[in-house]
Structure formats: C-alpha cells, structure tokens
C-alpha cells in the first residue's frame, strides 16, 4: 500500500475534522495546465485532486475551499474541464483539478485522450497524498462513479469520497443517497473511505476537508 493510502487509513473519522481549526487559505495561484502526465509540474508537493463525474459541481466546491470566486472555471457546460490543472495553496501543498469522467462535449478520440491522462496521472504522479472522489448527493448511485472507486480500489490509489450539492434537497434524502451509495460499496467487497458531505452555496463540508487535508499533511510530516 503507498505510503499516502496507509496515512489516510490511520486517520480519525470525519467528525473529528470538523473540530479542527480550519486550514487559513493565505494563497491559491494557478501554477500550469497539463495535457498529459510527462507535462505535469516537476516538484515534489503534496497533491490532493480533486475528479467527478462532468456537473458534479467540481469547480465550485474548490472555489469555495479556497475562498477564490474565480480559481476554478465554473461553467454551465459540462466537459469543460479538458486538462489537468495546478494550483498552489499556500506554498506548501498542490490542489489538483482534474477533468470530469462521464460526458463531455468533445469527440470520443478526445475522449479518450482525457482519459488516458487522467489514468496515467492517477496511477503514475509519486506525490498524490489523495484524490478527493466526487459524488452528486442528489442521485441514487451511478455505475459511472461506482466503477472509477473500484478502479482506484484495484490500483491502490488513496482516496475519500466528497458529496456535493446537499442544499439541494433535505437533509435526510442527501443522507439517504449517502447511505445506499456506501452500502453499495460494501455489498461489491469494497472497504468504506472517509465520507464528506459538502455545499458549494453553504460552505459546509469546508471545515471538514480542509482539516483532513491539513491532518494528513501534519501526519506525512511526523513519519
């Protein structure tokens, strides 16, 4: 297991996130776009990507953890996203956004460009501390998102899983979707991550992941 997937697991549950002081956000600047992975930033920071399905609501929850209306394009359009894009948070860690699995309004042959830099990225970049999994809370679980959390499972690549949109209905049905898209993961042999739940318009969920981010970090630090 790589280091970073074995950091994760010694982790506390996310409500113990929520009681850490949140992670100050002094900086986030866009460093480059990468079309492939031999394009990518040759450093050795900490990356945490950030992927879903197209309209998942990607670009505005990493607006809202960075505090930066404009970080990240949002777009009505989904499959905008075409790159594998670097920001660097206060020079000490690398967000990662990287384009949506699922539609995107290009030809198959780009397609599947997107997805083979996505996968090399994924299985290939030494300095992923964690890919942050996101997953529309409105909807019943998705094959399409069932089957990149079995792909990352067989690869090992270390990741938890964000819920996005919980304004958008009760509390109870979020939960609900929440609930039947773990227990689906279950039922296919797969071991539950860290779960977060989060809002764009809300800001909830901020304290939660950027405190994960910030004691996974600390916990790198001490080993």
Request: proline share 5%; aromatic share 8%.
């Amino acid at each position: 297991m790589p280091l970073a997937a074995s950091l994760i697991r010694c982790l506390c549950s996310s409500a113990s996130f929520a009681r850490i002081a949140p992670m100050k956000i002094k900086s986030a600047v866009f460093d480059l776009s990468a079309p492939d992975l031999k394009s990518c930033p040759k450093w050795a920071l900490p990356e945490f990507a950030f992927i879903g399905r197209s309209n998942v609501g990607k670009s505005s929850l990493i607006n809202m953890l960075s505090e930066r209306r404009e970080l990240a394009k949002v777009s009505v359009t989904p499959g905008k996203t075409k790159l594998i894009n670097f920001f660097i948070i206060n020079d000490t860690w690398s967000l990662v956004d990287l384009p949506g699995y699922g539609y995107a309004a290009v030809g198959q042959g780009e397609r599947d460009q997107f997805a083979q830099s996505v996968s090399d990225y994924l299985e290939h970049r030494k300095n992923i501390f964690c890919v942050l999994a996101l997953i529309d809370s409105r909807l019943p679980p998705q094959r399409i998102d069932l089957q990149f959390v079995r792909w990352l499972v067989d690869r090992s690549v270390p990741y938890v899983l964000v819920f996005t949109k919980t304004d958008k209905q009760s509390v109870t049905r979020a939960q609900a979707n929440v609930d039947l898209f773990t227990k689906t993961l279950v039922e296919g042999g797969v071991e539950v991550p860290e779960v977060f739940q989060s809002s764009a318009r809300t800001k909830g969920g901020r304290m939660e992941i950027l405190g994960f981010i910030e004691q996974t970090l600390a916990t790198h630090n001490r080993t």
